[in-house]
């Protein structure tokens, strides 16, 4: 008798399949895959302990044990460790060769990438289709080709890495994951909205909606496809005893309710055991939601029934036709959205009240709520969200005019425009916040406790937390383009040689250059202030220099515009538009007077550069 043996291993939360017939290859024929962290600051690579033969599958492991690089985020694994040869993210499969393979982990600066990924998504050229919406402390909208975007109050989306390229139409939070789901079995989980990691299941069966309840996600789909799992990572599938499409499912009163096409209503006290309810209708249903007491199911042609036991079902009457995508229970409430950019608000399950958001052309198809706001999402390419934060009155996404330095301090990302400051942990996931001025900030700076931005108009702003701003009496009102701290103080430069400088922030004290020429970046090295501008047409360049703000020198750095100076590794690098050769924009200092000129290969005029952990960056 043949006996066929599956072992599984766990070891150290890494997962291990040795498959049934496949004997051990020998030892001369085997290969390793190894981890690099590739300069990590914190945390330790996983280990694969696994001996492949050539042909076989090795499985991208997660980056578990916490790799981390300051200024940087975790994108994945790589071949090369400057990033040039395959990338994998975590779940990924490759075929294993005949040598051994090196994965290092993939550090991307965010400061490379967040002008795009901001600025992509406003305005009459964004073209995006999302299907669904979920907040676990961030915001995230999943969509066609795999797209999810992120945001950390549901004002500002970026683009976000998904690591695949099929549909997206469902997504959920619980256990403090959020997990999306897709075409062919595709699972996505994350614990920040910005990191995700493939755990996609093996159906060729399209995922609709996933939900969580009783410490179990549950996700749905085609020809009645339910898997479930207890962490969102390891799946498995239960009988649902119908080939029809499912498409949601919400975790309510001890039991998972699931509605699909045709009417179709099922029950399972524990995701594997499932009964079929009646549901006296033979709709499409779409969407399924619950408060403590009572269950409400939507669907097509404004089809609507409450429950509450999930067993005995009633129609509701609505006036009317529209199809009805999605619905929620939050603030007391239930809301609904569907065709014809129709939004729907009951609050009993019983009375209905709606507004129409948009054209015809826009069907909402998800909808959320989290930080005292609601978001819906649709798949109409020209507008694709609305934001309430009342869920009655709602907003367009609105078109970005962000056109000041990306500024990083105190470990915060900063960026700024009128009336708000834009910030972000990592560069990923952005909040936006007032900045109490209708001028906008271009540069901020932190020091002895505090953020001090600066910018438009003589505009000067202060910040102990960098979340509550306080605008500060200037004395000048010309532009402030840049701020720096050291030696004790804040010191600002800008229009015409302006400078003012502060010790506590407060109270500042205007001075010059002693050059009527703009300045347009500070910085402080090596005991000493160093502001740069453009300078003229015979010098190019300026530079100056001053330890107290208050007297200055100043000398020329030829060939070049500059228009942002940085410190790091015992040197000063400024950048700017090359006058001769724009491959030829930089110059650098070892002692802050005499510059040399170097080649940057970029064939563009740069505007930014700054120093981390030992590369000289131009966002």
Same mark, same amino acid.
């Given at each position: 008798?043949?006996?066929?043996?599956?072992?599984?291993?766990?070891?150290?939360?890494?997962?291990?399949?040795?498959?049934?017939?496949?004997?051990?290859?020998?030892?001369?024929? #085997?290969?390793?895959?190894?981890?690099?962290?590739?300069?990590?600051?914190?945390?330790?690579?996983? !280990?694969?302990?696994?001996?492949?033969?050539?042909?076989?599958?090795?499985?991208?492991?997660?980056?578990?044990?916490?790799?981390?690089?300051?200024?940087?985020?975790?994108?994945?694994?790589?071949?090369?460790?400057?990033?040039?040869?395959?990338?994998?993210?975590?779940?990924?499969?490759?075929?294993?060769?005949?040598?051994?393979?090196?994965?290092?982990?993939?550090?991307?600066?965010?400061?490379?990438?967040?002008?795009?990924?901001?600025?992509?998504?406003?305005?009459?050229?964004? !073209?995006?289709?999302?299907?669904?919406?979920?907040?676990?402390?961030?915001?995230?909208?999943?969509?066609?080709?795999?797209?999810?975007?992120?945001?950390?109050?549901?004002?500002?989306?970026?683009?976000?890495?998904?690591?695949? #390229?099929?549909?997206?139409?469902?997504? #959920?939070?619980?256990?403090?994951?959020?997990?999306?789901?897709?075409?062919?079995?595709?699972?996505?989980?994350?614990? =920040?909205?910005?990191?995700?990691?493939?755990?996609?299941?093996?159906?060729?069966?399209?995922?609709?909606?996933?939900?969580?309840?009783?410490?179990?996600?549950?996700?749905?789909?085609?020809?009645?496809?339910?898997?479930?799992?207890?962490?969102?990572?390891?799946?498995?599938?239960?009988?649902?005893?119908?080939?029809?499409?499912?498409?949601?499912?919400?975790?309510?009163?001890?039991?998972?309710?699931?509605?699909?096409?045709?009417?179709?209503?099922?029950?399972?006290?524990?995701?594997?055991?499932?009964?079929?309810?009646?549901?006296?209708?033979?709709?499409?249903?779409?969407?399924?939601?619950?408060?403590?007491?009572?269950?409400?199911?939507?669907?097509?042609?404004?089809?609507?029934?409450?429950?509450?036991?999930?067993?005995?079902?009633?129609?509701?009457?609505?006036?009317?036709?529209?199809?009805?995508?999605?619905?929620?229970?939050?603030?007391? /409430?239930?809301?609904?959205?569907?065709?014809?950019?129709?939004?729907?608000?009951?609050?009993?399950? !019983?009375?209905?009240?709606?507004?129409?958001?948009?054209?015809?052309?826009?069907?909402?198809?998800?909808?959320?709520?989290?930080?005292?706001?609601?978001?819906?999402?649709?798949? &109409?390419?020209?507008?694709?969200?609305?934001?309430?934060?009342?869920?009655? =009155?709602?907003? /367009?996404?609105?078109?970005?005019?962000?056109?000041?330095?990306? /500024?990083?301090?105190?470990?915060?990302?900063?960026?700024?425009?009128?009336?708000?400051?834009?910030?972000?942990?990592?560069?990923?996931?952005?909040?936006?916040?007032?900045?109490?001025?209708? &001028?906008?900030?271009?540069?901020?700076?932190?020091?002895?406790?505090?953020?001090?931005?600066?910018?438009?108009?003589?505009?000067?702003?202060?910040?102990?937390?960098?979340?509550?701003?306080?605008?500060?009496?200037?004395?000048?009102?010309?532009?402030?383009?840049?701020?720096?701290?050291?030696?004790?103080?804040?010191?600002?430069?800008?229009?015409?040689?302006?400078?003012?400088?502060?010790?506590?922030? !407060?109270?500042?004290?205007?001075?010059?250059?002693?050059?009527?020429? =703009?300045?347009?970046?500070?910085?402080?090295?090596?005991?000493?202030?160093?502001?740069?501008?453009?300078?003229?047409?015979?010098?190019?360049?300026?530079?100056?220099?001053?330890?107290?703000?208050?007297?200055?020198?100043?000398?020329?750095?030829?060939?070049?515009?500059?228009?942002?100076?940085?410190?790091?590794?015992?040197?000063?690098?400024?950048?700017?538009?090359?006058?001769?050769?724009?491959?030829?924009?930089?110059? #650098?200092?070892?002692?802050?007077?005499?510059?040399?000129?170097?080649?940057?290969?970029?064939?563009?005029?740069?505007?930014?550069?700054?120093?981390?952990?030992?590369?000289?960056?131009?966002?």
């Amino acid at each position: 008798m043949l006996i066929r043996v599956c072992v599984v291993l766990m070891v150290a939360g890494n997962l291990f399949v040795i498959a049934p017939g496949t004997a051990p290859a020998s030892e001369s024929e #085997t290969y390793t895959v190894t981890y690099d962290g590739n300069s990590q600051d914190a945390g330790d690579v996983p !280990v694969d302990i696994t001996s492949y033969a050539p042909g076989d599958l090795a499985i991208v492991h997660d980056n578990i044990y916490g790799l981390k690089k300051k200024g940087y985020i975790f994108t994945g694994w790589n071949t090369a460790a400057d990033g040039s040869g395959t990338t994998y993210l975590p779940g990924q499969t490759f075929t294993v060769g005949t040598e051994n393979i090196t994965l290092y982990a993939k550090w991307t600066d965010p400061t490379t990438s967040v002008w795009d990924e901001i600025l992509q998504l406003g305005g009459s050229n964004a !073209v995006k289709k999302f299907f669904d919406v979920a907040y676990n402390g961030v915001f995230a909208a999943v969509g066609l080709s795999g797209e999810i975007v992120a945001s950390g109050d549901g004002n500002v989306w970026t683009s976000q890495k998904s690591g695949t #390229t099929k549909d997206l139409f469902g997504i #959920t939070d619980g256990d403090g994951k959020l997990v999306a789901v897709g075409a062919e079995g595709t699972i996505l989980v994350s614990r =920040n909205g910005a990191d995700w990691f493939n755990r996609s299941i093996d159906t060729p069966n399209t995922l609709r909606e996933v939900a969580y309840g009783n410490d179990l996600f549950l996700a749905v789909g085609d020809n009645g496809t339910i898997a479930v799992s207890g962490n969102g990572s390891y799946w498995t599938f239960a009988s649902s005893g119908t080939s029809v499409q499912l498409n949601d499912a919400v975790y309510a009163n001890g039991q998972f309710v699931v509605v699909g096409n045709q009417g179709t209503i099922l029950t399972s006290s524990d995701g594997q055991e499932w009964t079929a309810q009646t549901s006296g209708t033979t709709a499409d249903l779409f969407g399924v939601a619950a408060s403590s007491d009572l269950i409400v199911a939507v669907g097509g042609a404004g089809k609507v029934l409450t429950s509450t036991d999930g067993v005995n079902w009633t129609a509701r009457t609505i006036e009317v036709g529209n199809d009805i995508y999605d619905v929620i229970y939050a603030k007391d /409430s239930l809301a609904a959205v569907g065709t014809y950019g129709i939004i729907l608000n009951s609050p009993d399950g !019983v009375s209905w009240t709606w507004t129409w958001t948009s054209s015809a052309s826009t069907p909402w198809k998800g909808i959320a709520y989290g930080n005292d706001r609601w978001i819906v999402v649709g798949d &109409n390419a020209s507008a694709w969200m609305r934001t309430s934060a009342d869920g009655i =009155n709602w907003e /367009s996404y609105p078109s970005f005019a962000i056109q000041s330095n990306l /500024s990083y301090a105190n470990g915060m990302f900063f960026m700024g425009s009128s009336n708000k400051i834009y910030t972000s942990e990592n560069g990923t996931i952005w909040k936006s916040i007032p900045s109490n001025t209708a &001028n906008r900030i271009e540069d901020i700076a932190y020091g002895n406790g505090l953020y001090v931005g600066v910018g438009s108009g003589g505009t000067i702003v202060t910040s102990s937390n960098g979340k509550d701003w306080t605008v500060q009496e200037s004395p000048t009102t010309k532009n402030l383009n840049s701020v720096a701290y050291g030696n004790g103080i804040f010191l600002a430069v800008g229009q015409s040689g302006t400078v003012v400088y502060s010790e506590d922030g !407060v109270e500042w004290t205007e001075s010059s250059t002693g050059e009527d020429r =703009n300045v347009s970046s500070v910085t402080f090295w090596s005991g000493k202030f160093y502001a740069v501008g453009p300078g003229s047409l015979t010098t190019r360049g300026s530079y100056y220099y001053s330890e107290d703000g208050k007297t200055w020198s100043s000398g020329n750095i030829m060939y070049v515009y500059t228009s942002e100076v940085t410190a790091g590794d015992g040197r000063l690098v400024a950048v700017g538009a090359g006058t001769n050769d724009k491959n030829k924009g930089i110059s #650098t200092t070892t002692n802050g007077t005499n510059w040399s000129q170097l080649t940057s290969n970029a064939n563009e005029n740069l505007r930014d550069v700054t120093y981390e952990y030992g590369n000289y960056l131009n966002p």
